[in-house]
């Protein structure tokens, strides 16, 4: 199955679930549907930054601070957060991701409920080369000052900057 096959969840704006679809055609119709982003650290407390692969559905060649993806039909929110996160770092035996908030994204084509967690990630990492195109970890000071330089996935900073607003509250 292709990653466009993939069957999703469409939730509406209280994220009931209202129906399945393709994810390509949830992409292509704007359908809303859920996805999760997963905050990942080394031993060392630097964020995991990479760069996506031209080929992804969505913001493809775009920098994300986050690993996460798609929640598949059926598929819980942690079930996700936990199967993306070693999924993106090529990892097996991560420690379950901590939930922290959740918020609906609306973006200019897009718009889906997102889940925000983290996880510390002291094994070594080998990124899935389907998903990830370059990669490196930041200390924060390295990511903000990275945030106006270079071309990010819009959802990826709207959940830093409330995950940001989150652990000030």
Request: hydrophobic share 35%; proline share 5%.
């Amino acid at each position: 199955m292709t990653p466009s096959e993939e069957i999703l969840d469409i939730v509406d704006e209280n994220d009931e679930v209202i129906g399945q679809a393709s994810r390509g055609e949830a992409t292509a119709r704007g359908l809303r549907h859920r996805c999760v982003f997963i905050e990942a650290r080394d031993a060392d407390g630097r964020i995991f930054v990479h760069r996506r692969t031209p080929t992804k559905l969505v913001f493809p060649s775009r920098y994300d601070m986050f690993v996460g993806g798609v929640v598949g039909a059926g598929e819980s929110y942690d079930e996700a957060a936990l199967r993306e996160a070693e999924e993106e770092l090529g990892v097996s035996g991560l420690p379950k991701p901590e939930p922290l908030f959740r918020f609906l994204y609306t973006g200019a084509e897009h718009t889906w409920w997102s889940a925000v967690y983290q996880v510390r990630c002291e094994l070594p990492v080998a990124p899935q080369a389907e998903e990830v195109a370059w990669h490196t970890f930041l200390d924060d000071t390295e990511l903000e000052r990275r945030l106006g330089e270079w071309s990010w996935v819009p959802d990826g900073v709207e959940a830093y900057r409330r995950l940001e607003r989150y652990r000030s509250a």
